[in-house]
């Protein structure tokens, strides 16, 4: 999870030290501020000194390793501005909501989140326990290196139907999840919206689904369940980066990690049939969980947000990076407005179409 670059060293303050090991200009990130944080949740000695080392991945927080008598965690800050190219902000309290998610999912699949440590929510801040990347590699990874895992993705959708169906079980967590305002800002607008804005033809269509979205609420959505956002651990998968949770419709959750494997399926078409097999082994999974709605609804839904968030991926404010070849971003482009225009009622009715495509 380290950035793979040769660190900068500064030791700032008197007395005991704490040393920022960063490429990034100082201003960036308030070392001092963190480290005071810290401090107040009893997370760092008095007298200790403290090394913090900004860590890669994520667009929307500052995330740190912190090394402090003998001890090693992450801390993340939540950022008013992502760092995309697009003008792109969030309310910054987006910390809260993944403190919550994270505490809530422990309570149900211990092994399957970090442990939280400390929260200050004055200062955006976020510690919980540091998952050492030689034995909890990054999803993302794996799969880019066309190391896919049928039976892991199966356990990722299972350990996803289970957190939606417990939580439509818990009425107090409507409540608690009622973050509207930072689902629009953070996901429906630059995923759907955005989308529909660079697609006039198809913009009536994107921002009706953004409201039936928006409109839908059901269960405790993480919001970004993504290759990305989940270790792919000894035993099992761990979820990270919960910021956008909200309480809305779990087919957003469901179709925003499926939408991976179409991708890259297209980017890797010689690990097609490897990324398919994870799609359809994750949907089958999570399905059996559906006990809330029919699952023939859940589906649908589920199936006329894939093309939609396909189109964002290479359309919206935050394009895959992966994905630079312009004939296969028209390739998904294409194949996204097709299944916008001709509707499927069930996410494995697209692979036919996927493989015809790759």
Known sequence: MRSAVDWATLILGAGPAFEVKTTEPQSEIPTTAIIDSLRGLGLIDALADVCLRPLTGGVSSDILLVETGGRRFCVKRAL??????????????????????????????????????GQDEAAGVLAMAYLEPERFPVWKAELLAGRT???????VGDRLGIIHSKSTKRSDLAAAFANDTTF????????????????ADLAARLNGLADRTAATRLAMVHGDVSPKNILHGPEEPVFLDAECA???????????????????????????????????????????????????????????????????????????????????????????RHLLQHPVDAPMAILPLWEQLT
Request: charge should be negative; aromatic fraction near 10%; include cysteine.
């Open 80 to 117: 008013p501005r992502l760092k995309v190219a697009a003008l792109w902000e969030a309310p910054v309290g987006r910390n809260s909501a993944e403190a919550l998610w994270l505490g809530t999912v422990a309570t149900w699949l211990p092994d399957c989140v970090p442990a939280v440590l």
């Open 246 to 336: 909200w309480w809305g419709d779990p087919a957003f959750d469901l179709a925003f990690c499926l939408n991976h494997f179409l991708l890259k399926a297209i980017h890797r078409p010689a690990d097609r049939e490897g990324y398919l097999a994870c799609f359809a082994s994750m949907a089958g999974a999570y399905r059996r969980h559906v006990d809330w709605e029919d699952p023939a609804a859940l589906d649908a839904r589920t199936a006329s947000l894939l093309p939609a968030l396909l189109l964002a991926r290479v359309d919206g404010k935050s394009p895959v990076e992966y994905l630079v070849d312009e004939a296969k971003q028209q390739a998904v482009r294409m194949a996204a």
């Open 149 to 155: 895992d049928a039976a892991f993705a199966g356990v």
């Open 184 to 199: 629009e800002a953070i996901r429906l607008e630059p995923y759907l919206r955005a989308t529909g804005a660079r697609h």
